[in-house]
Each structure stands twice: as C-alpha cells, then as structure tokens.
C-alpha cells in the first residue's frame, strides 16, 4: 500500500523567512504533484514533477523531487502573507484497471502554513 | 466550462436519507475522479471513470455508495442510508486524459445530522 507522509504538518513562518516542507512516499511512483488548498475552497495544482532530480519554480515556491530517495521537497522563499495555505504533496500510482493507465492519486496529510508578519 | 462544477457546495441531510452529488467535469475531459476529504481520513481517492465506464470503485467505502457518468460528461455520486461517518467534503476531479493533470472542482460539504 502507498503511503505518503509530509512534513511538518504545521507552519508558522515569518514573513520574509525560507523554510522547506518534505514529502515522502513508500512505493515508486510515475508523478508527483503539489496542490494549494486555501480554507474553504478547492485544491489549486501548483507543480507536477515527472522524473528523477525534476525542479520546477513559481515565484516564491520551487519544488523538486528526487526519486531514488522516493522524497519531494517545497521550498519556499522569502514568504509573504499571502502563501497562508495548505500545501498537499500527492504521488500518482499509475493505476491500470481496464486494460488502461490512469492517474490515481495518493495524498500526503497536507501541511498548513500560516506566514506572520 | 472554464472549471470543475459540482453542485450543491453544501447539503445537509437527515441520517438514513438518500443524497446525490453532482459534477461537472471541463468539457472535453474524459478522465474523472471522486474523492474524499475528511478531517480523519484526509484525502481519499473513491473512483475514476473513463469515459461513462468506472474501472476502478475500489476506494468506494462501502455498498450504500455508487455512482455514474453519462454522456462522458456529468457524474453523479449517490450515497443512500447516510450515517454520520458519511459526512465530509466530496471532491470532482477531471482530467484531459487518464494520465494528466487532474483539475479538481471547488466540492460538495456533506454534513449528515
């Protein structure tokens, strides 16, 4: 069973500061995405990182993913009130039901973060 | 449309009453998922139809849910004899094609009283 773990779970930054958030997976997997979930509202993609050592960036967030070490990194830069959110990390096991491929997606905890001034 | 549509984005309802959730997909994609955001459980993947066939129900949690998809567009998750434990946000999600990105909609607040 895939299992996906993040951390931390809980963010309190300050405004201008660098922090990382980590997302591990047990299992290989084809994809990895990065959603934003702001309160009351739907799931936002932020990122899909595809292959091993894939870095992608916007603005204030840059995110990575290394395969061997089945670890995704969210790092976020010089944080400003309005990345307040919560950031989910979820692995794509390519599911093949039907004779066919398809995303079926697995969910990390999500990490809320709530940047001060 | 311009997003996933799912209506209504809240619905309260008797325990033991029959309730249907409604999406609607971005035209033209043909891969759709449910999921199931609850404060125990996080996100949960419940079922994906290609087309109006569903190929995978395994994360249905039990015979009381079911759903469809007609037209390769509008989905319809029913869930008969609510109980409480049924209450959550309920996810649509759809993609251009099965291994895309999935665009999710905005959900339905399900709050079984």
């Known amino acids: 069973e895939l299992k996906v773990e993040q951390n931390p779970l809980f963010l309190s930054m300050q405004e201008g500061k660098n922090y990382t958030i980590y997302c591990n997976y047990s299992?290989?997997?084809?994809?990895l995405y990065w959603y934003r979930q702001d309160p009351g509202k739907s799931l936002e993609s932020l990122f899909v990182?595809?292959?091993?050592?894939a870095v992608k960036q916007e603005g204030r967030l840059m995110a990575s993913l290394d395969t061997k070490a089945r670890l995704s990194t969210l790092h976020i830069t010089a944080a400003v009130h309005d990345l307040s959110a919560t950031y989910f990390c979820?692995?794509?096991?390519?599911?093949?039901?039907?004779?066919?491929?398809?995303?079926?997606?697995?969910f990390g905890q999500g990490t809320i973060l709530t940047v001060h001034p | 449309g311009a997003g996933v549509s799912q209506s209504p984005s809240n619905k309260v309802t008797e325990k033991g009453k029959d309730v249907e959730l409604r999406c609607d997909p971005i035209?033209?994609?043909?891969?759709l998922y449910w999921y199931r955001q609850s404060l125990g459980q996080g996100l949960e993947f419940l079922i994906y139809?290609?087309?109006?066939?569903?190929?995978?129900k395994s994360g249905l949690p039990s015979d009381r849910f079911s759903a469809e998809r007609t037209g390769g567009s509008v989905s319809t998750l029913t869930i008969q004899r609510t109980q409480q434990e049924d209450s959550a946000v309920y996810l649509c999600?759809?993609?251009?094609?099965?291994?895309?990105?999935?665009?999710f909609g905005q959900g339905t607040r399900l709050t079984v009283v």
């Open positions: 999600a759809s993609s251009l094609d099965p291994t895309g990105v999935a665009f």
């Open positions: 299992t290989t997997s084809d994809r």
């Open positions: 990182l595809l292959s091993n050592g």
């Open positions: 035209s033209g994609h043909t891969a």
């Open positions: 979820a692995v794509d096991m390519v599911g093949n039901a039907g004779g066919t491929s398809y995303g079926k997606l697995t």
């Open positions: 139809f290609q087309g109006n066939s569903a190929p995978d």
